[in-house]
């Protein structure tokens, strides 16, 4: 299906002026016939140009009204896709105030659909109010069969995926897109708003399985056989262009362009996120150790080294093997020393 833009049917107010002073007419063609046929009020009444008066203007007062339909009005960035008796005619894009047949409706299957933030959910319902037979009223609204054109913005619910390692991580996105081929949009898909949705829940599955939430050894995230560094967490960027990517391949057929994709939401799931934190807690302990020992052990040689350098005191093996352990264990433990003055003699 290819999109036919309707560009010569901007003629929406001769068209409307046209038919107001046909109305104007007819009530004239209607007054006049009055007069004609009427004996009191004309002596020579002519009822020939009477009853034609008459008939023209009363026919023009039950089917004016008919050109009214065919009145189109688009705001900038809207569109509306015509069929006439099942046919696809043509779709009107720009803005202005336009006139085409009458008997044309206007088709949008997605018209009633609302998507998480997206910037059709406002404005797009004509309220119309309804009398009631007990008197009361009731408001109901009317979906509009207008496209918007316009950027839009899609924030799926957040999903519960597991990563390459088996670990299930909580992941949202947003996904700004909006409608380029209106035909392709209308008649290819059933709904086009429930198919990018659908399509955005199942690249986000697809992609995010490759990566692991964190850094992992011996991990391929870019199938080119060789072990990298991709993750979830560090790699956001590349993750996020990887699903725009595969979104946009699968709504090409859509009419959709897919304009950016980013990661809104990312979590390790409940079930293992206090152990995950266990975890990462502890590797950072682990971290600091080592960086707390290998300071502590240049302390120890700096000072054994100090020490035979200004020959302060003489130093056996054992006593140095003493004293290595009794700086060790001052510099890496976690609490304030308690030093033993020895007030004897040195053995």
């Given at each position: 299906m290819?999109e036919?833009i309707?560009?010569k ?10 038919a107001?002073a046909?109305y ?7 007054i ?5 046929l ?5 002596p020579n ?6 009853g034609i ?10 089917t004016?009204?008919?050109?009214f339909?065919g009145l189109?009005?688009?705001?900038p960035?809207?569109a509306l896709?015509?069929t006439?008796f099942g ?13 085409v047949?009458?008997?044309?409706s ?5 018209a009633?659909?609302?998507?998480s933030?997206?910037?059709?959910v406002k404005?797009a319902m004509?309220a ?5 037979e007990n ?6 609204s ?8 316009k950027v839009?913005?899609l924030?799926n619910?957040?999903?519960?995926i ?6 299930p991580?909580?992941i ?7 409608v380029v081929?209106?035909?392709k949009a ?13 399509q955005c829940?199942?690249?986000?599955r ?9 850094v992992?050894p ?6 080119d056989?060789?072990a ?9 960027e590349?993750v ?5 990517d ?7 057929d859509a ?5 950016d994709a ?12 206090a152990?995950?934190l266990q ?8 971290d600091?150790r080592?960086?707390i020992?290998?300071?502590a052990?240049g302390?120890v040689?700096m000072a054994l080294?100090?020490?035979n ?9 054992e ?9 060790l264990v001052?510099l ?5 020393a308690?030093p033993?003055?020895?007030s004897?003699?040195?053995?």
């Amino acid at each position: 299906m290819e999109e036919k833009i309707l560009s010569k049917k901007q003629n929406g107010m001769p068209v409307l002026l046209a038919a107001i002073a046909g109305y104007i007419a007819a009530i004239a063609l209607i007054i006049l016939a009055i007069f004609l046929l009427d004996d009191e009020m004309n002596p020579n009444p002519n009822y020939v140009l009477g009853g034609i008066s008459l008939a023209v203007g009363l026919i023009w007062s039950v089917t004016g009204w008919i050109l009214f339909l065919g009145l189109k009005v688009l705001k900038p960035q809207e569109a509306l896709v015509l069929t006439l008796f099942g046919d696809y005619i043509g779709t009107l894009k720009s803005q202005g105030f336009f006139f085409v047949n009458p008997f044309c409706s206007a088709v949008n299957p997605a018209a009633q659909t609302r998507l998480s933030q997206s910037g059709d959910v406002k404005g797009a319902m004509a309220a119309a109010v309804v009398q009631g037979e007990n008197g009361a009223s009731t408001s109901v609204s009317m979906p509009s069969m207008k496209i918007s054109l316009k950027v839009m913005t899609l924030s799926n619910s957040r999903q519960k995926i597991n990563d390459c390692l088996g670990n299930p991580v909580e992941i949202g996105i947003a996904v700004m897109w909006r409608v380029v081929d209106t035909a392709k949009a209308v008649f290819n898909v059933d709904n086009y708003k429930e198919y990018l949705s659908l399509q955005c829940d199942s690249a986000v599955r697809n992609i995010v399985r490759l990566y692991p939430y964190d850094v992992a050894p011996n991990v391929d995230t870019t199938g080119d056989g060789m072990a990298d560094e991709g993750s979830l967490r560090g790699s956001s960027e590349t993750v996020a262009k990887r699903i725009r990517d595969d979104i946009q391949d699968k709504v090409v057929d859509a009419g959709i362009e897919i304009i950016d994709a980013r990661i809104t939401y990312l979590a390790y799931a409940p079930e293992i996120a206090a152990a995950m934190l266990q975890r990462q807690q502890a590797s950072a302990i682990v971290d600091a150790r080592k960086l707390i020992v290998d300071g502590a052990v240049g302390m120890v040689e700096m000072a054994l080294e100090r020490l035979n350098e200004r020959n302060t005191v003489q130093l056996d093996e054992e006593r140095k093997a003493a004293m290595v352990s009794n700086l060790l264990v001052v510099l890496c433990g976690n609490r304030d020393a308690q030093p033993v003055v020895n007030s004897g003699s040195l053995y």
